[in-house]
């Protein structure tokens, strides 16, 4: 943040210190670092949560999953790790690889090419490592 006349920059200096004010641990915090807190949700809390807990009749946790999926995608697969989260807690509610893909894949004719591919980079991650570990164990 070089350029103090920038307002954008200003902002999210002013944010940053107010950050450090409230709490001195959040200076080194990562999206990453809460992606390793909190990796998966498990089945049974993904359905209370967002599934036939809203709604006896509702949409499962699985289904509801791959709409975020698709609206992540569709806002041009922005973070890294809402998507990787989002992807893993997919599997863990049920949904195949291929469910996935074709979620992702789906979006090209609405979100674009380049925020399908970027989507489809983000799951690969996750799902490329999840056959890594499949493979070793």
Not at 30 to 46: A, D, H, N, V, Y
Not at 73 to 98: C, F, I, N, P
């Amino acid at each position: 943040m070089s350029n103090p006349t920038n307002p954008f920059e200003a902002m999210m200096a002013q944010a940053q210190e107010m950050v450090k004010a409230m709490n001195p641990a959040m200076e080194s915090f990562s999206p990453k670092g809460f992606e390793s807190l909190w990796p998966t949700m498990p089945k049974e809390f993904m359905e209370m949560a967002f599934g036939k807990g809203l709604n006896k009749d509702g949409l499962d946790a699985k289904t509801r999953l791959l709409i975020t999926l698709a609206g992540l995608t569709m806002l041009g697969a922005q973070s890294a790790t809402q998507m990787r989260m989002t992807v893993r807690h997919a599997l863990e509610a049920g949904a195949t690889k291929d469910e996935i893909a074709e979620t992702i894949g789906m979006m090209s004719m609405f979100a674009g090419i380049p925020s399908m591919t970027r989507a489809m980079e983000y799951a690969r991650e996750v799902l490329d490592g999840d056959n890594k570990e499949d493979e070793t164990s």
